[in-house]
């Protein structure tokens, strides 16, 4: 029987290493838990017929926005991006959020070496299971996870200030349009009260993600949109996380398109904010984010209403390029 039990520690000890290893993987594996503000950081939604075609540059956003990641409209042919995602044809095909070239290699190596060495008994710069060379291993795969934490957030952009000309903020006399090739982005005219419905729109948005108020965001934003606030919630729930988005501060804008379509109107607006964003679990201690520090970002906003008149109501969110 004793020497039963002495083969069956190693095995108890790699189980235990396993665990502990998945737990850091897990983590690993949402770099951008602290990026978790409505709409996650990525790109989603729908702009009717200009879905797939590139928005224009803006004083806000000089490089444009980033193509959908999740849409439900389906593809059509249209000039725009230069370089777009393999899209699927159809209706609700969602895209994978691509990862860092760099952290596929980097992360794929790491914890490919340790989960390798794991299993036949050894540690990624050790060996042995059993007493110090187990104690070695966890200290090994903890140090591997700061490292790998560090190197997301090295040479990920965490959303700072785009680099491009002062712009003021949304006021009565609103933003310049901008023109590309002398063609007018500007079909449908947008007064200070749209502004200032936009900028209310995103603080009541942030706000109803916080308090997990899907039926609110309802009156906030398209069907489409809710749907995809509401699996981003829940995905979060299933990890027992939370996201706290607070003390949020628009700090400039402008309108990059607006035009009109089967009578619907649509406008465009390039919005920098910061915030403080983060990530706890269910008793509300904080697993991710800096309490103390504000997160600053630039997002394209797209809105709708029926023509001329009605609410605007949130059809889209698009990411600036990282740069």
Request: no cysteine; net charge positive; aromatic share 8%.
């Amino acid at each position: 029987m004793k020497q039963n039990s002495s083969r069956l520690m190693p095995r108890k000890s790699i189980i235990l290493a396993a665990g502990a290893a998945l737990s850091m993987l897990s983590l690993v594996a949402h770099p951008d838990v602290a990026d978790a503000r409505a709409g996650g950081g990525m790109s989603m939604g729908s702009r009717g017929s200009r879905t797939y075609s590139a928005p224009a540059p803006s004083q806000t956003a000089p490089f444009g926005a980033t193509p959908f990641q999740r849409t439900m409209t389906p593809r059509q042919e249209a000039p725009g991006y230069g370089a777009r995602a393999p899209f699927g044809a159809g209706a609700g095909m969602a895209m994978a959020r691509p990862r860092h070239p760099f952290m596929s290699g980097f992360m794929g190596g790491l914890i490919g070496a340790g989960l390798f060495g794991m299993v036949f008994g050894h540690g990624m710069f050790s060996s042995g299971m059993g007493g110090g060379g187990f104690l070695g291993l966890l200290i090994q795969l903890a140090l591997v996870f700061f490292v790998v934490r560090w190197a997301i957030r090295r040479f990920s952009n965490r959303g700072g200030g785009t680099g491009g000309s002062v712009a003021s903020p949304f006021g009565a006399t609103g933003p310049a349009a901008p023109q590309q090739g002398g063609q007018q982005n500007v079909g449908v005219a947008i007064t200070a009260a749209d502004y200032q419905a936009f900028q209310q729109a995103l603080i009541n948005i942030q706000t109803a993600w916080s308090q997990q108020n899907v039926d609110a965001m309802r009156h906030m934003a398209t069907p489409e949109m809710v749907s995809y606030f509401n699996n981003q919630l829940t995905e979060l729930a299933s990890r027992g996380a939370r996201n706290v988005v607070s003390d949020l501060r628009f700090e400039r804008g402008d309108l990059v398109e607006s035009w009109r379509e089967n009578g619907a109107d649509y406008a465009t607006v390039a919005m920098q904010y910061s915030m403080i964003d983060i990530t706890t679990d269910m008793t509300g201690r904080v697993i991710e984010g800096d309490p103390s520090n504000r997160t600053t970002v630039t997002e394209l906003w797209t809105f709708v209403r029926a023509a001329g008149l009605g609410t605007w109501l949130l059809s889209a969110i698009q990411q600036t390029p990282r740069r």
